[in-house]
C-alpha cells in the first residue's frame, strides 16, 4: 500500500464532503442531511490518520470513536460526547425511525452548532496528519 496516496484519497474525499456539508447548510433546508455530510467529513479524516498511525488500511466503519481509538487519539471527554452525537446522525440518518427524530432536532440553530463544532475538529485533525 502506498500511504502517502492512501492518506491524500481520504483528505481530498473529505474536503469534497466538507463542501457539500456547507453548501447543504447554506441552501437554508435538509439540516439532517448536512450533519451526515459533516459526519462523513470527519469519518475520512479519521481513516487517513488511522493509516498514518498504523499504516494500514483503516476498518470499514462509520463510528467515529472507534477510528479516534485506532489513532490513538486522547479525547477531552466533552469530544467523545460529541462524537457519539455526530454518530447518531450516520445511522438514523440512513435509518430513519418512524418518528424521523433527527429530522426534527436538527433545526438550523442546532445545526449551525454541530457544524462549528465539526469544523474545530476537523481543523484538529489536520494539524495530526
Same mark, same amino acid.
Given at each position: 500500500?502506498?500511504?502517502?496516496?492512501?492518506? /491524500?484519497?481520504?483528505?481530498?474525499?473529505a474536503?469534497?464532503?466538507?463542501?457539500?456539508?456547507?453548501?447543504?447548510?447554506?441552501?437554508?433546508?435538509?439540516?439532517?442531511?448536512?450533519?451526515?455530510?459533516?459526519?462523513?467529513?470527519?469519518?475520512?479524516?479519521?481513516?487517513?490518520?488511522?493509516?498514518?498511525?498504523?499504516?494500514s488500511?483503516?476498518?470499514?466503519?462509520?463510528?467515529?470513536?472507534?477510528?479516534?481509538?485506532?489513532?490513538?487519539?486522547?479525547? /477531552?471527554?466533552?469530544?467523545?460526547?460529541f462524537?457519539?452525537?455526530?454518530?447518531?446522525?450516520?445511522?438514523?440518518?440512513?435509518?430513519?425511525?418512524?418518528?424521523?427524530?433527527?429530522?426534527?432536532?436538527?433545526?438550523?440553530?442546532?445545526?449551525?452548532?454541530?457544524?462549528?463544532?465539526?469544523?474545530?475538529?476537523?481543523?484538529?485533525?489536520?494539524?495530526?496528519?
Amino acid at each position: 500500500m502506498n500511504t502517502q496516496k492512501q492518506i /491524500e484519497y481520504w483528505i481530498k474525499a473529505a474536503e469534497l464532503d466538507w463542501t457539500t456539508a456547507n453548501d447543504i447548510f447554506n441552501s437554508g433546508k435538509n439540516f439532517h442531511l448536512c450533519l451526515f455530510i459533516g459526519h462523513l467529513t470527519l469519518e475520512k479524516i479519521l481513516k487517513a490518520l488511522v493509516i498514518r498511525v498504523t499504516g494500514s488500511f483503516p476498518p470499514k466503519t462509520h463510528n467515529l470513536l472507534r477510528l479516534a481509538e485506532i489513532a490513538k487519539l486522547d479525547l /477531552e471527554n466533552d469530544v467523545v460526547n460529541f462524537l457519539e452525537e455526530l454518530n447518531q446522525f450516520q445511522m438514523e440518518t440512513r435509518y430513519p425511525d418512524e418518528k424521523f427524530s433527527l429530522y426534527k432536532i436538527a433545526t438550523k440553530d442546532f445545526t449551525s452548532d454541530k457544524i462549528k463544532k465539526i469544523k474545530e475538529f476537523k481543523e484538529w485533525l489536520m494539524s495530526k496528519i
